[in-house]
């Protein structure tokens, strides 16, 4: 179980990083890129783009309980 | 529409409620003991918004109290004789308007009280003449909102609690426009800026009624 | 594969989404000046762009008060983003408002209004001072907005939710029309499965615009028009479920809940219409903010949000259908238990 949820997990979590390290990452001094980083504000996207993910996930895993209890239901019948 | 009816149907609620004047006593009861336990907790108040705000809070719960019996009282024999009697649009209609009225008076009753215990200091600013249409309209407003959730709750057989969490969400666009109208006309604005919220409220009122009107019959059969 | 070419058209339109969405680079922008005011007389101001290219070429770099531009007098660029420009800044500038402009062939004109308070303030200067190139730099790029900055993205995440919300329930409100039409319980599932799913969106509307709402006006939450109707919406449909819940007879339940829905609907759908127009907002469109069309002016922006919209709906749509069908399994499930 544990396994077959982390490589999605990975994946998403790399979709989430690549266009952060592509413009973030510029020649600017270290000072300089903690200023853009601020200024830029990338995190707040990335965190509204993973809420979304976190809340869809949630509703799936709440209709998989339903499903779930169906199949018990159908199985028991038999 | 059958106007002979419904004025029929008014008078009768006013022949029941009059026959009951504990009723009248437990309206004017309710809001005078609220009035005067806002007035223990903060004396004289002199801000306006805060006045304000404390009006309408206390001025919807009255209604909320005031409404809840309008579908209770009446047992399921008669509601079935209603029905053989007259339409169910008329007597919705009829009974939204008597509320309505009711609401009128007690909104300025309750203004009245309200002044005499908190303080009418807000007043002497006030545009009187946009500011007390506004109460008026509010009160009405609730009640014209709240009768057909009073009807739901009472269908729904299930009382006091159903209707407030069924009625918050639904009078809360209302009382929030109510709050920024009154508010604008205690800061003395005249009508070109109060005008635009006080057509909107009789606009919420007018809907209010239209959607009673439509959607009664479906809440009264069986 | 019939019936399945909008799930599919959702799942390509969405990842054309977070695609294009994350990964075009927003324009360039001056972000800071490293003073605040200036007066007569020669100064030194570092700049800092965002996604600038200085080093390419060096950048002419001006100051511009009421018309009236002033040629820096020498460009040093430290980095891409990173320049120091010297003026002799005249006596006699109109406003007290100074902006700083900055141009190369790559990134066209950047500027950071209002950049500095103007001091000793006169009517001496005439004319519009030296000349400046104002070239537009060509290329595919979301607009850099003060304050949004790279959160512009969001529009296509945060705003697509309350869409695809309105949506849904606007399919329950006409689900509950049947109900009472026909009085059949199977509009009424097909209506419970809408709210359901409406609120999840409403809960990721609200979510991200709140995480949204603490990077721009930096609160939580804000009393806002939009807000205020989020929060009534999200209240009104609790409420709808909680009625539901309190009566035990199915076909009652279903004709009191539709009677309530489209009751509240109605009063929910003026009011969202009607008050963010009575009163100031933060959003974009309402009271004194530039309107969202001004935003989507850049067609760059519009052509990612109205496929977003688009996904976000279908998506929507997929997932309420999903919860009816099982919804539905269920209630089938429950009539052979009885038997």
Known sequence: MKLTIVKPLMAVMALLAWPVSTFAASEAPGWLQERMFASGKINTVVMVVGAVLIGIAIWMFALDRRIGKLEKNAKDKK | MRTAEIAHLLRLEWQLDRRQKHVWGSMALYVVSTIYVCYHGVRHLTEVPIWNALFWIILLFAAFNALVRSFQRENQGRQLYLYTLASPRSVVLARTLYNGLIMAVLSLLSLGAYALFIGGAPLEAARLDIFLPVVVIGGTGFALVLTLIAALAARAGNGIGLMAILGFPIVLPMLLSLMKASKLALDGMGWNVTGQYVLWLVLIDLITVALAWLLFPYLWRD | ?339
């Not at chain 3, 005249?90 to 990134?107: C, I």
């Not at chain 3, 059949?184 to 609200?206: C, E, I, Q």
């Not at chain 3, 309190?246 to 489209?262: E, F, G, Q």
């Open chain 3, 1 to 339: 594969m019939k019936g399945w070419w909008w799930k599919g058209l959702s799942v390509v339109l969405l990842l054309y989404v977070v695609l294009v969405g994350l990964h075009t680079p927003l324009g360039p922008a001056l972000v800071y000046a490293s003073l605040d005011r200036i007066a007569p007389g020669p100064i030194t101001v570092g700049a800092t762009g965002y996604n600038t290219h200085f080093t390419k070429e060096t950048p002419q770099v001006w100051l511009e008060n009421d018309g009236y531009r002033v040629c820096a007098a020498a460009v040093d660029v430290h980095s891409d983003v990173l320049l120091q420009a010297t003026f002799n800044v005249p006596p006699g500038l109109r406003s007290n408002m100074t902006s700083l402009w900055a141009w190369d062939a790559t990134d066209g004109p950047v500027v950071l209004r209002d950049a500095f308070f103007t001091e000793e303030l006169g009517k001496d200067l005439q004319g519009a001072g030296c000349t400046v190139s104002t070239t537009e730099r060509s290329g595919f790029s979301f607009p850099n907005r003060t304050i949004l900055n790279e959160t512009i993205r969001n529009l296509f995440f945060h705003v697509p939710m309350w869409f695809t919300m309105m949506v849904l329930m606007t399919i329950a409100f006409v689900q509950s029309l049947l109900v009472l039409r026909k009085g059949n319980l199977a509009h009424d599932r097909m209506a419970l499965s809408a709210v359901d799913t409406s609120l999840l969106f409403a809960a990721l509307g609200l979510i991200t615009g709140s995480i949204w709402a603490r990077a721009t006006w930096g609160d939580w939450w804000t009393s806002d028009p939009k807000l205020n109707g989020a929060a009534v919406t999200v209240l009104i449909y609790a409420a709808y479920l909680i009625l539901r819940g309190s009566v035990p007879d199915p076909h009652k339940r279903a004709r009191l809940a539709a009677i309530y829905n489209i009751f509240a609907y109605v009063l929910m759908m003026v009011f969202l219409m009607v008050l963010p127009r009575l009163t100031d907002s933060l959003h974009p469109g309402n009271g004194g903010n530039p309107a969202f069309s001004q935003y989507d002016l850049d067609s760059s922006l519009r052509a990612v949000f109205y496929p977003a919209v688009t996904g976000w709906v279908l998506l929507g749509v997929w997932a309420y259908t999903l919860h009816l069908r099982t919804a539905r399994l269920i209630s089938i499930a429950d009539e052979a238990n009885d038997r």
